[in-house]
């Protein structure tokens, strides 16, 4: 395993890599660096909710397009079947004659009452017509529940935002004939997050809210690991990112993600310390005969504190004193 080398100043004075004094040598101490796994990551809504249309026709509205944003509750599509109308005016015409009817025997009714005060005719008599006019009471307000019934199927057209989001996609047309339970509309929302799926074998150092970092076109991101999922499929474990300031404009998105899979020693110097003369790269340290320059094999660069650090894959070891290049110049 590599050694990572912290830089410990020889000076009691603890040494800044911000702002290095120039000259100053550093001792090279052990330092543990995070080991990094670089996979894709896919943008997804937190939500997918379909609009779906409640009533079989033509759809005659569509007033969103995908990308739009809407409100829970607003109006996205609306579906009108012609045969509503028809059965609305049917029981508008049977109540109409249920109305003529009830009237004659409202009028019978108040006949035969008249009719029983005077003793000319009987009790019996009077009952059955009252009967008959409740009995056509109860079938107008039947066929009014009926018409009400229609009248809900005809709202029942209009296709409301189930929440609020983006609109993913439109998988219909105007002028398209559609069916009860068929989409209309996708609506992303509830937040987003990064899906990433990461080779099992890291399955061991994934943990939640772990640190992620993120490479953006925007510049680099960092994000939280906040769920990691136990089925595993196609040898790949499933696993969510929450972060805040993720561009939502196009979800589906990939994004080039960094995760912490372990830990790993290995040995770094200050960027400024390592010099390139004819194709070879040199770091200067004290030997008991003074500054000398040596060959180094650098490895990959990261930053630390704000000053940009270069591993060192073969060439130094712990102990090393590591000096500017400039005193190797002067002492000769």
């Known amino acids: 395993m590599l050694r990572l080398l912290a830089i410990v100043p020889l000076s009691a004075l603890a040494l800044t890599f911000a702002e290095p ?3 100053e040598p550093i001792i090279l101490a052990p330092q543990t660096l995070t080991e990094w796994k670089a996979v894709y990551g896919t943008v997804e809504a937190r939500d997918r909710m379909p609009a779906r249309a409640r009533l079989s026709g033509t759809l005659v509205e569509l007033s969103v397009i995908e990308g739009e944003m809407v409100v829970a509750g607003q109006e996205l599509a609306r579906v009108v079947d012609d ?19 009830y009237d004659n025997a ?19 008599r009077v009952d059955a017509l009252r ?24 709202r029942e057209g209009i296709v409301f935002a189930p929440a609020s989001g983006r609109v993913l996609d439109v998988p219909v047309a105007r002028g398209a004939v559609v069916l009860p339970g068929e989409e209309i509309a996708i ?10 799926a990461v080779p099992e074998r890291y399955i061991s150092n994934l943990k939640e809210g ?22 595993i499929e196609g040898g790949r474990v499933v696993a969510d990112v929450e972060i805040d300031g993720l561009p939502d404009g196009y979800i589906g998105a990939r994004m080039l993600v960094r995760l912490p899979i372990g830990n790993r020693d290995a040995l770094m110097v200050p960027a400024t310390t390592l010099e390139t003369r ?16 040596r060959i180094v094999v650098p490895g990959q660069h990261q930053e630390q504190s704000g000053v940009e650090m270069v591993e060192i894959l073969s060439g130094l070891q712990a102990g090393d004193v590591v000096v500017a290049a400039s005193e190797v110049a002067a002492h000769d």
């Open 106 to 124: 409202s009028v019978d009714l108040q006949r035969g009452e008249d009719l029983l005060k005077n003793g000319s005719t009987t009790t019996q």
């Open 83 to 101: 045969k509503l109308d028809f059965q609305l005016a049917a029981l508008a015409a049977q109540k109409e004659s249920l109305k003529a009817q």
């Open 187 to 196: 609506i992303g929302g509830g937040g987003i997050f990064l899906r990433i």
């Open 278 to 293: 004819d194709g070879l790269d040199f770091v200067a340290v004290e030997t008991p005969e003074g500054p000398v320059l």
């Open 210 to 231: 772990a640190e992620i970092r993120i490479s953006d076109a925007a510049g680099p991101m960092s994000g939280t690991l906040s769920r990691v999922y136990p089925l």
């Open 131 to 154: 009967t008959q006019v409740d009995v056509l009471n109860g079938q107008i307000a039947a066929l009014d529940a009926q018409a009400e019934v229609v009248t809900q199927q005809q």
């Open 21 to 23: 004094a120039i000259g």
